[in-house]
């Protein structure tokens, strides 16, 4: 797809006009139809319950077009309000035993942290922690750490502080030949980055919908692979999560099929809205589209990065595998604050400056940025 088509895409985001936004690891700008959408909503909402099952019906819409970008099947997504309770849900729901382990990475997003620890204490576990090495998280020391007391490898696809992709397919084949699932954060990569969970043998993929999928906090979704559906306990339960949702006379739970069982009550119909028009408008475009687009900038970045700013995320050959990048720059918070002070945002983290680039982005905003922060820093 040419740089045109790019361009033109632009105005369906119109506060690009106002500020120079290069920050979606943080939070995606919503194209104009999710806004719409949700304008929609509110308007229906006004009506009271009438429209109640037409929001069902957008629900369930909403996980087969996450079910068509990821390559799962339907019945295989919920829809959850983010990754943090994704994440806590499976953590909660698998039967462990005492002296099982978890490997955890010491990059990860307090999200894929706390939760496992929680369990740790409550269930006699250990947690295993794999140390990067100049922001990697090499496949090698996981090898070193797992063993047949493993249950979970923890990991995100992308590192949010500097865009660190992990190779799902082998960590999956490394989790499965000592019978542990993997479980993944995925927020920092489903929308940006092709995923295909059935190719790559994940079990679990969790992902907000507010960062690069464009929606809005409070919906996202969560994929579990069949096979291991039936071996999680259910700790929670809703109206929502039994087989029969609408019947709500006393009786005994059932389950309801596949994942829908971990969805506990009335949904964000608002976000799910939002999040139903953002991946249909991402689908539109194609994600292996916007995953070229966006290194094509990431590069435009790199070679026009003045040398004084040291890259500090891991690049193979100077090759990136993400577009997030973090730069070594003095007094980076500071710098953060001058950069917002004229409307150009990024974001500052791990003592740096992070970069995280989108397709609605161009060269400009990254020459701006690159000239700006020249200036805020000497």
Known sequence: MVRKVFDQLRRDFPKLSEVTYINTASLGLPPKCCTDAVMKWLEEREYGNIFWLKWEKIREETKQKIARMINAEEKTIAIVENTSWGLNIIANSLKWKKGDNIILNDLEFPTNIFPWQIQAKKHSLEIRVIRNKNGIIDIRDIREKIDDKTRVIAISWVQFSN????????????AHSHDAILVVDGIQGVGAIPIDVR??????????????LLAFPGAGFMYIKKEILEDLDIKFGGWLSDADPFNFDYREYTPAEGSRRFEIGSPNFAGIYALNASVEYLLRIGVEKIYERNLELTRFLLEKIPSRFKILSPLIDNTPKSSIILLAVKDAKKAYEKLKERKIIVAARKGGLRVSINFYNNEEDIEKLLRNLSEVTE
């Open 163 to 174: 865009g660190f992709v992990s190779d799902l397919t082998q960590l999956a084949e490394l």
């Open 199 to 212: 190719k790559m043998d994940i079990d679990v993929l969790v992902c907000g919908g507010h960062k690069w």
